[in-house]
């Protein structure tokens, strides 16, 4: 496990990459942070997906400026569609795919902000599967016309989770309507960020309210994301 340092227009991206045991080539995932940026959890998704044997990059959208700031231009790009937050998750899959250890399939993953820029970069981007968790990018990616020709989509979503149940009832309809392969599953007792294990003050206040870690949510939730990556990503099944 190792941060590598990607050079971009406006600065020194850094990510954080989980390698598989052993040797061969792997399947490569991206991995998208949610508003906590670089965290021990978001290294942890890495090291988990590493575990299931897929080179794993999860890089720093918020590297260039401020914690706000960044978040709100991510934002504004995620809804528009394209941007510089598109060209640094577009240098993070590039990476992965000059690696040797590569299969040249990628898959991407996001959670929460990052679960609707998982969503948002499904048609048209170059991903081989999409994981979003309890991610939702605005009533435009939501309809059947955005998503044609999606690469396969697998979701995630607690019945508490009052910012994107609705959305996640319209992505189904809309996927279906789109004939996109998918799968979308609603975890009862989860709430927002059922699978993010933050451990900082806010978010053990968050808690309290029905938003964070979920253990046996996010027990099966990644049993299968691992099992719908390797489908599609790996051509098992």
């Given at each position: 496990m190792a941060d590598v340092q990607l050079?971009?227009?406006?600065?020194?991206m850094s990510a954080y990459v989980a390698r598989p045991a052993g040797t061969g080539a792997w399947p490569g995932v991206v991995v998208i942070h949610d508003a906590a940026g670089m965290s021990e959890d978001l290294r942890h998704q890495g090291d988990w997906l590493a575990g299931e044997g897929f080179l794993a990059i999860a890089p720093d959208l918020l590297y260039w400026g401020g914690t706000i700031t960044c978040i709100r231009a991510l934002m504004r790009d995620i809804a528009a569609g394209s941007g510089p937050a598109y060209d640094d998750v577009e240098a993070a899959r590039a990476w992965l795919i000059d690696q040797t250890g590569c299969t040249g399939r990628v898959g991407v993953i996001g959670f929460c902000m990052g679960g609707g820029f998982a969503l948002a970069l499904a048609p048209g981007h170059g991903f081989s599967a999409?994981?979003?968790?309890?991610?939702t990018a605005g009533k435009d990616t939501l309809t059947e016309r955005f998503l044609a020709g999606a690469c396969p989509i697998i979701g995630s979503y607690g019945t508490r989770d009052i910012f994107t149940r609705r959305g996640a009832r319209r992505l189904e309809d809309a996927l279906t309507a789109a004939n996109v392969d998918h799968e979308i599953t609603f975890y009862a007792g989860a709430?927002?960020?059922?699978?993010?294990?933050?451990?900082?003050?806010?978010f053990r206040i968050m808690k309290i309210v029905g938003i964070g870690y979920h253990e046996p949510s996010a027990h099966d939730a990644r049993r299968r994301i691992t099992a719908f990556f390797d489908r599609h990503l790996r051509g098992t099944t």
């Open positions: 050079p971009r227009p406006r600065g020194t999409s994981s979003v968790n309890y991610g709430g927002h960020a059922f699978l993010n294990d933050h451990h900082d003050a806010l």
